[in-house]
């Protein structure tokens, strides 16, 4: 060997490795090994920070620590990637770097809870599960995260269709980052276009098979939960608390599967609309669309018990807003068919396809800011020594843009609390005299010769049908005198 | 000479677009959504996947119980999402 080549050969050994060796797809997808730009983790805005020292980058052996630290931590790079500039933000919910823990302890299960991502190993059958190991379970994860970031009302939102909207999502995360390779794009399109279970369909293998050892019912027999699935939306009111993987529960997992099962179905429809013979650059194509209407709807959809067909319904006005109908018979169809959407909800877009496509329509459909609403509490007048008929009360529920109704009645704000607050406040008002009792104006002349007393009056009691309903009439402001709200 | 001032034309006002897909579900009632947050809380307490506040949470718990309401239900606030 000269000493050039001896030269070049120490210089290739000296450089650092460019490329990670990871799972393209979950470990037992069979979709194999594949190798990937070494991922940087501090690069914005969505930042991570895996505990603990990383490796040096390489191809390491399946089973190693080493190759370990880099399956997680590629997927958390990628997923960020897709989802960053759809999502808009600027950091993570909990900050600029969300910590991630690959393996906290044993469990099979893995969780984000707003100080990091949590991974878990355990050992069943006489082989170790590593939860951050999966891409699946990684980017389910990473896709709490980033909903979160992107609306985190949600996160305490005390209703089953919220929780099992997030558990979707997350789902869906995982197949969308999925899809951000071409080599999994290339094995799945056929499947995904002709409507199939699918690698991508199949959600967290590994950890379903670990699972399915300890507890056989506990998840669907080929994965954790197979997007691929049937099932209808029923109100989760009338559902059991728990029940086997086949059959729907108001567990938020359980109950995700319906929003998971149209999101696939409508991908492999929006794939076919974009092509007859859909390749692999028609799927990134249609994951990224379908990602745009999740980001157009989540922020618009307000966050209420029915929230399934709010995010389903404005998802189709996303379309519409954003590509002027192009899915929408597909969004349409699928959303309806499987009842997240009621048929009389889009039946205005069948009786004029073509109005719906236009400009005009196109603006009225584009998703807003949920509007305010109103909670009417009933007192009794008794209670406060204003006679003996109901007291009305409207109290508004929320003022922000971006939350609504449901947020509005997250924990802090539920409907007891928000009779308590109304009660204190017709309380307060009595003790301070401020409420007219007599006259029953909404509106009254002030004059300079208007009594003192009666300015005081801010609010007034009206006669209606229900009972005397509490109007404000007026701010007071410092100067003594009133203006009008 | 003053000019003189055109006749008042109305503009014939364009139909108005048909509302979003959205504004066409049916509204809640209030009770609604408080049965909706009871079943929700209930089937967390049910299923074991709420823990006493301050404590690490138990394996497949994502509530804490941070308190009572003034019925006497618990008043839970999520800590995390798990993958099952």
Not at chain 1, 88 to 101: I, T, Y
Not at chain 1, 388 to 415: F, I, M, N, Q, Y
Not at chain 1, 441 to 460: E, G
Not at chain 2, 44 to 68: N, S
Request: hydrophobic content about 40%.
């Amino acid at each position: 060997m000269t000493r050039r080549k001896k030269a070049a050969k120490r210089a290739v050994a000296k450089k650092p490795a460019v490329v990670v060796s990871v799972w393209k797809d979950d470990p037992e997808s069979k979709l194999g090994l594949i190798d990937r730009p070494v991922p940087d983790l501090s690069k914005a805005p969505l930042r991570y920070r895996i505990k603990g020292a990383a490796p040096a980058p390489g191809r390491y052996e399946v089973g190693t620590p080493q190759f370990r630290y880099w399956a997680g931590a590629e997927p958390l790079r990628r997923g960020g990637d897709f989802w960053a500039p759809l999502l808009g933000v600027k950091q993570w919910q909990p900050g600029p770097v969300l910590p991630v823990s690959l393996d906290k302890g044993v469990d099979l299960n893995a969780y984000y809870d707003r100080t990091e991502l949590a991974f878990f190993h355990e050992k069943v059958g006489g082989k170790t599960y590593y939860s951050g190991e999966s891409p699946d379970v990684v980017c389910h994860e990473m896709g709490h995260a980033c909903l979160d970031a992107h609306r985190p009302q949600l996160f305490d939102a005390p209703f089953i269709e919220a929780g099992a909207f997030h558990e979707s999502f997350a789902d869906m995360s995982a197949i969308l980052s999925a899809l951000q390779l071409q080599e999994v794009r290339e094995a799945v399109v056929a499947d995904v276009a002709a409507y199939k279970s699918c690698p991508v369909s199949r959600c967290a293998e590994q950890l379903g098979a670990a699972i399915r050892l300890v507890d056989r019912p506990a998840v669907d027999p080929d994965c954790l939960r197979n997007a691929y699935n049937a099932f209808k939306y029923v109100d989760p009111q009338t559902l059991p608390d728990s029940a086997p993987a086949t059959a729907l529960c108001a567990e938020a997992h359980s109950f995700s599967r319906v929003f998971t099962g149209a999101f696939y179905e409508i991908l492999a429809g929006m794939l076919r609309v974009r092509s007859k013979s859909p390749k692999e650059p028609d799927l990134a194509a249609v994951a990224t669309d379908f990602a745009r209407l999740l980001m157009d709807a989540t922020a618009a959809a307000p966050v209420q018990p029915n929230y399934f067909a709010q995010v389903a319904s404005h998802v189709i006005d996303a379309d519409t807003a954003r590509f002027a109908g192009r899915y929408r018979a597909v969004l349409a169809n699928v959303f309806v068919k499987r009842q997240i959407v009621p048929k009389a909800a889009v039946e205005v877009l069948e009786r004029a396809p073509g109005k719906a496509s236009s400009a005009r329509y196109r603006k009225a459909a584009a998703p807003e800011p949920p509007e305010a609403s109103v909670h009417r509490v009933v007192l009794d007048a008794a209670e406060f020594g204003l006679g003996t008929e109901k007291v009305l009360v409207d109290a508004p529920l929320e003022r922000k843009p971006v939350l609504s109704v449901g947020a509005g009645l997250a924990h802090r704000h539920g409907p007891a609390e928000i009779e308590h607050a109304a009660r204190r406040f017709v309380k307060m008002l009595v003790a301070h005299d401020r409420i007219d009792v007599e006259s029953g104006l909404r509106h009254i002349t002030v004059t300079d010769a208007t009594p003192r007393h009666v300015l005081r009056k801010t609010h007034v009691l009206r006669p209606t049908r229900q009972g005397m309903k509490l109007t404000r009439r007026w701010f007071h402001c410092r100067c003594g005198l009133p203006f009008r709200d | 000479m003053t000019a003189r001032k055109k006749p008042a034309t109305r503009k014939a006002r364009a139909p108005k677009a048909p509302a979003g897909v959205a504004a066409r579900l049916p509204k809640l009632a209030a009770v609604d959504i408080e049965a909706a947050r009871r079943k929700f809380e209930q089937g967390i307490i049910a299923r074991g996947e709420a823990g006493p506040a301050g404590q690490p949470l138990p394996p497949g718990a994502t509530h804490e119980i941070a308190g009572k309401r003034e019925d006497g239900a618990p008043l839970l606030k999520r800590r995390r999402f798990s993958t099952r």
